[in-house]
T-cell receptor, first 114, second 111 residues
Framework: DVKVTQSSRYLVKRTGEKVFLECVQD?????MFWYRQDPGLGLRLIYF???????EKGDIPEGYSVSREKKERFSLILESASTNQTSMYLC?????????????FGSGTRLTVV | GEDVEQSLFLSVREGDSSVINCTYT??????LYWYKQEPGAGLQLLTY???NMDMKQDQRLTVLLNKKDKHLSLRIADTQTGDSAIYFC???????????WGAGTKLIIKP
């Protein structure tokens, strides 16, 4: 079974803190994604990466950055957390051709910024 | 850009069939997916259909694809309380590694 593991299920941080959300996948997938999910807005793509050290902006990259130093790990960084970044964050990975398997998701990190 | 649309809510009685609908604009779609998200959890792949098929059945799940109308549906027979979740429709072109997502339909089961 492909596993995508997000380091924390729940996180509470203070406004202005630097926040790291970690995601690790164990199936040698090329592509990794970070989404945020808010009620009524569905999934919004923050950043994605199709190779080590490569990153592409998604639809809502402002206030975020990412790092992919190793193929299996994709980190999302909130440089200075703000209350409007309170959300559910979902990491996903996929092989080069999506085919029958699509994306595999982690369990999500619910981040609250106070 | 390409778009995928779903209604936000569907309410059905336990034991009835649920039909969740999705429309998309990408005429080059090759794979279409249904994902399920239970409360507080990530998304899990429920089923998929390849664009050269018009129907796929898997136990209580039936996926229907109308390519001409760009319409995808997911039918859940004999809906149970464990089917309460948000259901996301997504599509892709095979050459593209990105999925285009619908906003998700929350399925509410009434006793």
């Amino acid at each position: 079974d492909v596993k995508v593991t997000q380091s924390s299920r729940y996180l509470v941080k203070r406004t202005g803190e630097k926040v790291f959300l970690e995601c690790v996948q164990d199936m040698d997938h090329e592509n990794m994604f970070w989404y945020r999910q808010d009620p009524g807005l569905g999934l919004r793509l923050i950043y994605f990466s199709y190779d080590v050290k490569m990153k592409e902006k998604g639809d809502i990259p402002e206030g975020y950055s990412v790092s992919r130093e190793k193929k299996e790990r994709f980190s999302l960084i909130l440089e200075s957390a703000s209350t409007n970044q309170t959300s559910m964050y979902l990491c996903a990975s996929s092989d080069t051709g999506l085919g029958d398997y699509g994306y595999t998701f982690g369990s999500g990190t619910r981040l609250t910024v106070v | 850009g390409e778009d995928v649309e779903q209604s936000l809510f569907l309410s059905v009685r336990e034991g009835d069939s649920s039909v969740i609908n999705c429309t998309y604009t990408d005429s080059s779609s090759t794979y279409l997916y249904w994902y399920k998200q239970e409360p507080g959890a990530g998304l899990q792949l429920l089923t998929y259909i390849f664009s050269n098929m018009d129907m796929k059945q898997d136990q209580r799940l039936t996926v229907l694809l109308n390519k001409k109308d760009k319409h995808l549906s997911l039918r859940i027979a004999d809906t149970q309380t464990g089917d309460s979740a948000i259901y996301f429709c997504a599509e892709t072109e095979d050459s593209n590694y990105q999925l285009i997502w619908g906003a998700g339909t929350k399925l509410i089961i009434k006793p």
